[in-house]
């Protein structure tokens, strides 16, 4: 367990220490997740010393973002505003990104077959 | 009254209430009764009752919130666990994500600017399509709303889990691979859940999809906002 959270916090304490020290716009614990894929592929680590704590935070991320959601309420008037630019905007946006995602790779996936 | 009030309560509360919707949702077998949505609803309603604050609220709630970060250092194992699929189809792989990425962002920008939304919604919507953990810190990072943000990447989800597979074979998308990778690239979390019920193999394209498309948007939506003019 504790072995486990040094890990991790250690890769996300690194990542944060990226972002402060170059400035770069990408959230900390993106760096850390690369750093941990990294580290885990050059058998730095191995998976038995993250693996169950790992699966434990994938597996009851929905938890962890119950209160953000909460904090909802004190946007309510805004929803009010836009909701139908929201709603309209996400629908036809998510459509397009199953269509484009799905095609793009068929294309390449052919393309690559053919040579 | 003030024993509600207190940070040990509202944790506990927060606790239960995800469980008790999880237990909901399996009972009743309604993929739309989503625990994150319900549980947020119940707390909601619960806060508006007795006159709890937010601001009471944010505390126990930070200690929550605290180990959304953590959450997404640990999606790096299955980042790792898939690097052998992500290897042999790099270029499909990596197109298909950029173009998703790219197409995603852009799309919802333009048609709420458009629609007139107001910049903070806009930066909200922006990262709609990626795991909520991941659009949380990328929508706080560019100055949005992130808790809109985390209601809207839940609804997108259930939304994508619900008409996902009908508009990808409207699409005349019928690889496994690029129908799991799609829904991870769109649906996240919620969309691989979805098609892991298919088979593992489609899961795991879900979840290159959802890793690959959280790490390329966290890198591209400032930049493309910027060029949109947000």
Known sequence: MVKQCSVIFGCLAVGEFIVWLTGISIPGSILGMLLLTALLEKKVIKVEDVGPMCRFLVSNMGFFFVPPGVALMLYFDIIADSWLAITVATVVSTALVLLVTGRVHQYFRHAVHRK | MQFIGSDIFLVALTFIVYYGAGRLRDFTGISALHPVLVSVAVLIVFLEITGISYEQYSRPGSMIEFWLKPAIVALGLPLYTQLRTIRKQLVPIFMCELA???????????????????????????????????????????????????????????????????????????????????????????????????????????????????????VLAGPLLEILGV
């Open chain 2, 100 to 218: 998703g990425c790219v197409v995603g962002i852009v799309s919802v920008v333009l048609i709420a600017q458009w629609m007139g939304a107001s910049r903070e919604v806009i930066i909200s919507l922006a990262p709609k399509s990626v795991t909520n953990a991941i659009a949380i810190e990328i929508t706080g990072h560019l100055g949005g709303i992130p808790s809109l943000t985390a209601s809207i990447v839940v609804l997108v989800g259930l939304l994508g889990a619900v008409v996902g597979l009908k508009v990808l074979s409207f699409g005349n998308i019928s690889s496994p691979v690029a129908q799991g990778i799609s829904m991870g690239t769109a649906a996240h979390v919620i969309g691989t859940s979805r098609v892991n019920q298919l088979s593992e193999r489609y899961g795991a394209y879900a979840t290159v999809g959802l890793i690959l498309n959280g790490v390329l948007t966290s």
